[in-house]
């Protein structure tokens, strides 16, 4: 035989499902898109088709379902862990389970003197996470995406190399922005620790994330994105790892002296396409990195 | 000749402009994305392609970042209503112009003693305008789009017709969701009258709709609509017409019988497609209705 | 009451149907997405949420599905015909229906010697049509969208208006390409009359866009525009009336000078955003317009 | 120092560039959406923000238009060789240059004894390559998405694992559908090697993969999808590996019985969410695996 089996997985993916928990009239939202994927002994449904090992992807959706009831949805985190504890421990063949999850978060719609049952989606971040567990250790990646932030100053962009194609002027007053797509490890690893409290640690590396953009003299989106990491892993001890790609999203100044008018950092053009696109990883000093390299496929 | 042109217009598309207003360290961001479309005496550039008649849309994507220096953004409306007069009263055989905006909000990343140059985008929904003119009227119609709501309960559906295609079972107790597409139309068309407050409106318009859409205990997605909509007419006297597209997000019980588990209302699986459609306008008593029926192509 | 309820219409949007026909080991697939639309007697579901005149939208979703065996899918105008004059007969609230139908075209994978049962979708333009019918008159609707289309040369544009803030260079060999969005209506309206041959009708109108795009010598894309659909209505008997939606997907030639290097219309930048937008109604001459003016919302 | 800077990438992302190349009166058309990722001696712009080692991302959007006109576009992988070692080799910090290209396709508009410059876009899979170059050894990776494939009967799925969460009926004759997703390398790395002819090798990776999918006859969508590797890796010397992202794009059948109806596989709900996703890599035996093993984010 020529050719030979690789890497393979499987599994059911974007189940929606939504959590209602009820405290007396006041009712909390889960709202996730869960991803169920499975690798172990696979060989023959490749080979020969025979699904003598193969849980059906119908049967993945079902225990999300079905655990969303029996376990509740305390965090996204802690609910991809009962699911992947399960797959690895109740199926021989099944050797390492990956649960990836995005999750929309609800505001309330405040009126007064009425049940708390009424929401509005809050639209901003998209937050992620994704749990893989091989049946003896486990790796939880959070993060986000479609986070868009601007710093309307105290961005510049010069002193860099020019070649033969290089016509740029170098900018000492420009907008910054970019869309942030990031992941960071935890370094919870095992069912022995203490799992870190997921929704806490969510909201400050977010808090710290913002601050760190908004308090960067940025010399280059590359400086202010190592500013970022490196201020999430100096305040959150359970997290060794981040990893960012940032789209620069370019806001061009536009030349107005054609119609007599001077553009005194006033007026710019939102650009789509092409864009700058700046990804790297920050490390805790002495950590593996973990996190794959590419967040994105252009 | 047997083809004649009927109704035309044109213009540019899309034009995307972040206006930033410095006040001291204090900025202000405006982030629009305007539509420009003019029609008046053109059949030359259709019949023979004779262009005498037509400014370049490249001009109206001009005007648009230099009015957003000569005039500043105050309000999506109000920079609509600049761009729509000059138009019209600039080039003689331009009739109309129409403009439609999209507007993007930001919010302040707070950081203690910084300068206030640092947002996020708030990323919730997408505040529309659109200007009409034709020299002597104006009609303004705003709306927004992609505002997600959810009641958790005081929701039923019965009582409804059967026929022999029926099989749905009727309901109690049921989630409520939509994703809101509303526009809504001012009474204030005319140079002398005075302008109302834009920025107040949209605010006050938002408040009242989510609030009727939190406290009807409702019985049909249509029902809610309508409380919605007379909710804005009767606390706005600046608006006589509000027209709705309400997606109902379908939220369907899963069935965990076969797993031995009870849901109480509490597991829901979010479907994409189909979805039921609801669409209508509520108008204050009188007034003749202005706005398109379709707000979108399905 | 100072408010009063005006147009209204409701049903389930986006029922995805493929129907399978077996001709022997030959197999054709219909592919559609069509979204019901129905309007009456329905005041009272708006004011108190009594259902009593409302068939539910999941009855008209299983409605699509049982006629796609009862009746087949021999286009999707026949199919959307039989739907309509259903839901208008069969219940008295309802007095008009409208069905949107978006078509996926699958083409053969062919295989020597293999039974035909194996497809590739083409991918290219969506196929559309809208059916109305309120008890004694049809309007049938069909069209496309999606469909781009470029000429590399025979495109000028010069002889326009300059204003103070046009900057615009005269172009005597430029790109010109779009995406096609259009809509035809059919004069036929009554059941008395032979309806058209659908299929046969959808195949010519589109082979005579695309040659009267790629015959005209076009001084503007609304040149273009006009000879697309005057183009159809000389050909095509069956139809009185066509509405385009163009953008002007604007391919700009790129400054190479400051490399040393010539660009004789050879390297483009294909620009996102903005795009001149550019719309039109032809018609036979001595019928009145019946497709609504904005087939987008921008 | 507690952080350090990990793995590091930038570089201008979806540059859209058309290159018209005129023989005669006859035109043909490349339409490239390309990005630029470099990575090397990059820890200053981290670290302190000085971009002494930074070639702008602007210049490398240059450098992809200039290359357009300077070099021609053979094929998508051959400009991304021509940009790869570009970089590589005239900048001494940068030592790896990744270059990932969207390639879509034209077809030309037929007229009769016209000029051949009218195309209209095909519409179906985009091509994908990614070049990657570090001075030494070449890596190319090509592929496509979106190409979107059903065999209405052929099709079975029984004999699987039954947990305490199964309920999914076994199934002897469905619709397999999928839309793919595919990766394949080739085993070019050196420049002393010949390169292959890339236009070919596309044109015949598609039709083997095709015919394969038409071909089995399936009892599992991970067999189909061994099929079509293995039979690309069998007819292609030139590539070593492929690895594929197969979402099940379930045709669900209607149960028609409510209505008196029997669904003989016939007519079929296209589901969109949840789907089952197939992953898997096949390898040319003795090689190792170089392919990254996701290929979406979910």
């Known amino acids: 035989m020529p050719t030979i089996l690789g890497q ?35 060989d023959e449904v490749h080979y020969s088709g025979s699904n003598a090992h193969v849980l059906p992807t119908d049967t993945t959706k079902n225990t999300v379902y079905a655990f969303a009831k029996e376990h509740g949805i305390e965090s996204a985190e802690q609910f991809g862990i009962h699911l992947a504890r399960h797959f690895v421990t109740s199926q021989e063949p099944i050797r390492t389970a990956r649960i990836r999850i995005e999750e929309y978060t609800w505001e309330r719609i405040g009126t007064a003197g009425e049940d708390e049952h009424s929401f509005v989606r809050q639209g901003q971040e998209t937050r992620l996470t994704q749990i893989t567990y091989d049946g003896s250790s486990w790796e939880v990646v959070s993060g986000l995406k479609d986070l868009t932030v601007m710093n309307s100053t105290n961005s510049e962009f010069w002193g860099y190399v020019k070649d033969k194609y290089t016509t740029l002027p170098e900018a000492y007053d420009r907008i910054l922005a970019t869309e942030v797509s990031a992941r960071w490890r935890f370094n919870w690893s095992d069912d022995e620790q203490e799992t870190p409290d997921w929704e806490t640690s969510y909201a400050q590396v977010k808090k710290h994330m913002l601050q760190a953009f908004a308090e960067t003299y940025s010399l280059s989106l590359q400086q202010t994105l190592y500013q970022m990491g ?69």
């Open 230 to 298: 490196s201020r999430i892993i100096e305040n959150r001890d359970e997290i060794d790892e981040v990893r960012f790609s940032l789209p620069n999203k370019h806001h061009f100044l536009v030349d107005l002296e054609p119609f007599g008018l001077k553009n005194d950092n006033e007026v710019y053009f939102a650009a789509d396409r092409p864009y700058g696109l700046i990804e790297a990883t920050v490390l805790r000093d002495g950590v593996e990195p973990g996190i794959p390299v590419d967040l994105t496929n252009l």
């Open 8 to 42: 393979n997985q499987y599994g059911k993916a974007e189940n929606r499902v939504v959590r209602i928990t009820r405290d007396g009239a006041t009712h909390h939202i889960k709202d996730l898109n869960v991803s169920v994927s499975l690798s172990g002994d696979m």
